[in-house]
């Protein structure tokens, strides 16, 4: 499976983003997808992951609710929505796949896109 991260960018506080991951592959649609994220400086951290179906997801601990994550298995897509966007948020922002299901583990995740730049202004 390749991965490939879009929707990054420079964006006020407060403000939201879109991010898309795009799988090539034929069975990508049958893996579980997950968003990580690193900031300068810091360890890479789980935001979110989706099961196959996109009816299970979950969220990291700090999730208050700002950033929701979705696919769509005909575009072979995931989405990481991401609202009141605050500057503690920058950061590039990575999608992982695996078949298997792994959660908030990304050392479990087997596939990787490149990663995408947030960057929040106060």
């Known amino acids: 499976v390749q991965l490939q991260a879009s929707g990054g960018g420079l964006v006020q506080a407060g403000g939201l983003l879109r991010l898309s991951c795009a799988a090539s592959?034929?069975?990508?649609?049958?893996?579980?997808m997950g968003w990580f994220r690193q900031a300068p400086g810091l360890e890479r951290e789980f935001v979110a992951s989706?099961?196959?179906?996109?009816?299970?997801?979950y969220y990291a601990d700090y999730k208050t609710r700002r950033f929701t994550i979705s696919r769509d298995n005909a575009k072979n897509t995931v989405y990481l929505q991401m609202e009141s966007l605050k500057p503690e948020d920058t950061a590039v922002y990575y999608c992982?796949?695996?078949?298997?299901?792994?959660?908030?583990?990304?050392?479990?995740?087997?596939?990787w896109g490149q990663g995408t730049l947030v960057t929040v202004s106060s």
């Open positions: 992982a796949a695996d078949s298997t299901y792994s959660g908030s583990n990304g050392n479990s995740y087997r596939f």
């Open positions: 592959g034929r069975t990508s649609t049958t893996y579980y």
């Open positions: 989706i099961n196959p179906s996109g009816r299970g997801t």
